[in-house]
């Protein structure tokens, strides 16, 4: 586990897929932005989804099919905004939260990212498990069990690269698609009626309902994450020209993914109100009874195979994402990165064990439930995504040209308005069935207590953009009056000491610590070894990293002498900032120029980041280079 010194989003394929490239035909520099739309889109028709497209065909036949077209140009405006975040800025939205909100509010806002994605990857668990079930017979613990397996897949398709993992992605996009196609055609629906399901009418309340939960399901949090930092993989020109260029086709291939999503979801509402409502079966929500009642009514055994098909590569492709968006998440807003196989095992380990938990206790029946639950822990997340990126991408100062126009953003804010409002709905029916029940008045207590902490972060994940962006036009706006600078002699520094963190920004900060000295200059180089045996050890540590440590501190020094300049080394051990500021004190230096980075992730909310703890530790000069 270590430290991501980089900035760079998922910086293993940070921009390794070219576009700019000028021998390639004009088509293949177009379709090499192809991809990451793809990748999103399998979010929108995850397992999670069938439920509410199910429940809306057999119930009321072809009438919501409009419900599902409105919540498609939703997603649509919504992910758009993503990829002009990651685009424009180079920052996917955890990024983009870190460097906006203070750290105790991007703590929590982390936090919920984590448990979305957890509910996100608990919903595909299921999914898979049942389709499993279905197709095979396996009993339900089992498949659960053995979706643990796809942990090693993740692995091998990120050995090949990016574009061979949205190939794969891509691949069972398509097996979703055709199956359903292929039971549509069985089915033979009367296109008469479904084109009438595109007038949007609301029968009854329950029909609200149930539109309800079809917009509320509609866009993912984790997709957010996940597109602002898949359109980096793309190397661009960053000429204005060049930006709008891959702005327009991004546009396209998300337009293209997202109505690919939107086919399969209209299929499944289609297919119930054909098979399930025309025969009367209005109450069929369950994957189930929907798998068992299409070969009867249908007269066709291929149609359920298919079915379960569908839904075993539905949550497969929603898994593979479900991880690249655990991984942009950490990395965002902890700058901490763990390995790929281990960050997936923790995930779908976090999903797997409330699964089982709930087969052994309760038993299979209680699944459905189970998938309701984690629908309603993504509708915590969805405005704590939404919000912060109609900021930014609102943001003149940060986007310049790019910034969305006047009439986006109010179409963007009606929407995010519309989908808190239903979420918010959906939690808040969720917390009166709890608080109507008969629970211990502690419990009562702490469902009251996360209501009110959940608005009040609503609320400072509105306001507090608009307050900082009004500090920062004030305090520009201001000016103090009378100034006199006095006598103004240039400092000379006899010892300047840098810390170094063996990563690209090393070269800025000696680059910047010579800009400061002078031929007589002594610089002083800093490392501090972060292995877990120096930690423990010391300076008495001697394992692997602490040697090619060494070795990479001596190759420095060597470098500098071959420039006439004089310098020294110091590993450091253990605590990091409190290393540095040891070892600055020690050297007697007069100067201490560092990254601004430093050690980051966790470590900085419960500690303070080394920056701010070395400036208050040492009484010198401190030079941050960014």
Request: proline letters at 4%; charged letters at 15%.
């Amino acid at each position: 586990m270590r430290t991501q010194e980089s900035s760079a989003s998922l910086s293993e394929v940070h921009q390794s897929i070219d576009t700019t490239q000028p021998h390639r035909s004009k088509w293949r520099r177009i379709l090499a932005f192809f991809g990451p739309a793809y990748l999103v889109s399998v979010g929108y028709m995850d397992p999670g989804n069938w439920a509410t497209d199910l429940a809306g065909g057999s119930r009321y036949g072809y009438t919501l099919l409009w419900v599902l077209l409105m919540s498609n140009i939703m997603a649509l405006l919504l992910q758009s905004l993503s990829a002009r975040l990651g685009i424009v800025r180079g920052r996917d939205l955890a990024q983009a939260n870190r460097e906006t909100y203070p750290a105790p509010v991007n703590f929590i806002l982390y936090i919920l990212a984590e448990i979305a994605i957890a509910a996100t990857d608990l919903a595909e668990v299921l999914g898979m498990a049942i389709g499993i079930q279905l197709l095979t017979g396996l009993p339900l613990m089992w498949g659960v069990s053995l979706t643990v397996l796809d942990t090693f897949l993740l692995l091998i398709l990120q050995r090949y690269g990016i574009r061979k993992m949205e190939a794969f992605i891509i691949a069972l996009v398509a097996i979703v698609g055709t199956s359903f196609l292929v039971q549509l055609l069985i089915a033979e629906p009367p296109m008469g009626e479904v084109v009438k399901g595109f007038v949007p009418a609301l029968p009854d309340e329950t029909a609200l309902y149930i539109a309800i939960g079809i917009i509320g399901a509609t866009v993912m949090p984790h997709n957010l994450y996940l597109h602002s930092a898949l359109v980096q993989t793309r190397k661009i020109s960053k000429t204005d020209s060049g930006i709008r260029r891959a702005l327009r086709i991004n546009f396209a291939d998300t337009a293209i993914a997202l109505n690919l999503a939107f086919f399969v979801n209209a299929a499944i509402l289609i297919l119930a109100a054909t098979v399930f409502y025309k025969a009367g079966h209005t109450g069929i929500a369950d994957l189930h009874e929907a798998h068992r009642m299409l070969e009867p009514l249908l007269g066709s055994k291929l149609a359920p195979i298919l079915f379960a098909v569908a839904l075993i590569a539905a949550g497969q492709s929603s898994t593979v994402t479900g991880t690249l968006a655990g991984q942009i998440v950490m990395e965002g807003y902890l700058r901490l990165r763990i390995n790929p196989w281990l960050r997936r095992l923790i995930t779908r380990l976090v999903a797997i064990i409330p699964a089982l938990i709930v087969i052994l206790v309760a038993g299979e029946e209680k699944i459905g439930e189970l998938l309701v639950f984690s629908q309603v822990l993504l509708s915590l997340q969805l405005g704590f995504a939404i919000i912060p990126l109609i900021h930014f991408v609102s943001d003149k100062q940060t986007m310049g040209a790019f910034a969305i126009k006047p009439y986006v953003k109010a179409a963007a804010w009606l929407i995010s308005s519309v989908l808190v409002y239903l979420n918010i709905r959906m939690v808040f029916n969720e917390a009166e069935a709890l608080l109507t029940a008969d629970n211990p008045w502690w419990v009562d207590g702490l469902i009251l207590a996360v209501i009110l902490g959940f608005m009040a972060l609503l609320v400072i994940t509105v306001i507090y953009p608009w307050l900082s962006r009004y500090r920062k036009m004030r305090s520009a706006q201001m000016h103090p009056a009378n100034v006199s600078l006095g006598d103004l002699e240039k400092p000379v520094y006899g010892r300047i000491a840098m810390a170094l963190d063996f990563s690209q920004q090393d070269e800025r900060v000696i680059a910047n610590a010579l800009a400061q000295g002078n031929p007589g200059t002594h610089y002083v180089l800093i490392h501090i070894v972060e292995s877990a045996s120096a930690r423990y050890f010391g300076k008495d540590a001697h394992d692997f990293e602490t040697q090619k440590d060494q070795e990479q501190l001596d190759t420095y020094i060597r470098l500098l002498a071959q420039r006439g300049v004089k310098a020294t080394g110091q590993l450091g051990y253990r605590h990091r900032a409190k290393e540095i500021a040891r070892i600055v004190k020690a050297e007697n230096a007069d100067l201490l120029i560092l990254g601004g980075h430093g050690h980051s992730g966790l470590k900085d909310w419960l500690y303070g980041e080394t920056v701010n703890y070395v400036r208050h530790k040492v009484h010198i000069p401190v030079l941050v280079v960014q």
